[in-house]
């Protein structure tokens, strides 16, 4: 199978700070991977596209300078939630596609942050 | 745009009772359509997928262009299949594209 691991799990940061998140495809090399949020009870929300060696596509209302995303391998994305606050308090999941046509996502074990 | 909606948050069923968890779709195309599974303390997983057409741990789904619906049923719902359902659906269909997800069902099967 395809695996897709997160770290950290969790995190708890103080406002201000700056969050790096890891998302790494192991077996598998992703040209693009999903950023997805998840407020507590509720869906996950698509807030990026990751493309390696090149600029992440936003969704519409998520902050590219506070939401930012590189994806420097094939084989790794991050996500860093600059000065975070509490509203950025959030469930964080990446997901990632064996190739262009396979369109199963499988998806990382997602990161509980917690801003306080 | 896509939209993708599961009227159900909760749903309660008995341990061998008849599950149908419900998912319409909104999309101008033909998309592809998904229903995605997380059981408690574990990741999202592929459930099904409608080009598939395969039953999965007995589930099945099947796309109706008519009604814009992609409901999941298990005619015996077993304990173990507890969990989040998600419905989501993937334009344009046939790449790797983002998912769009409904808000999720939680299904709940009492012994």
């Known amino acids: 199978g395809a695996v897709v691991s997160q770290h950290p799990s969790w995190v708890i940061c103080k406002s201000g700070t700056s969050v790096k998140i890891e998302c790494r495809s192991l077996?598998?090399?992703?040209?693009?991977m999903f950023w997805y949020r998840q407020f507590p009870k509720q869906s996950l929300m698509l807030m990026a596209t990751?493309?390696?060696?090149?600029?992440?596509?936003?969704e519409q209302g998520v902050e590219k300078d506070k939401f930012l995303i590189n994806h420097a391998s094939l084989t790794l994305s991050t996500l860093t939630v600059t000065s975070a606050h509490p509203e950025d308090s959030s469930f964080y999941i990446c997901?990632?596609?064996?190739?262009?046509?396979?369109?199963?996502?499988?998806f990382g074990q997602g990161t509980r942050l917690t801003v306080v | 745009a896509q939209r993708v909606t599961q009227p159900e948050k909760l749903l309660s069923v008995f341990k061998g009772a008849p599950v149908e968890l419900k998912c319409n779709y909104s999309?101008?195309?033909?998309?592809?359509l998904f229903w995605y599974v997380q059981y408690s303390r574990q990741r999202l997983q592929l459930l099904l997928r409608?080009?598939s057409r395969e039953s999965i741990k007995g589930f099945t789904a099947d796309l109706n262009k008519g009604e814009t619906s992609f409901h999941l049923k298990k005619p015996f719902a077993q304990e173990e299949d507890s969990a989040m359902y998600y419905c989501?659906?993937?334009?344009?269909?046939?790449?790797?594209?983002?998912?769009?997800f409904g808000s999720g069902t939680q299904l709940t099967v009492l012994p």
């Open positions: 997901s990632a596609h064996r190739g262009r046509a396979d369109t199963e996502a499988f």
């Open positions: 999309y101008s195309g033909s998309p592809e």
């Open positions: 989501a659906l993937s334009a344009p269909p046939g790449s790797a594209r983002q998912l769009t």
């Open positions: 409608h080009i």
């Open positions: 990751s493309n390696e060696g090149s600029k992440a596509t936003y």
């Open positions: 077996d598998f090399q992703a040209t693009t």
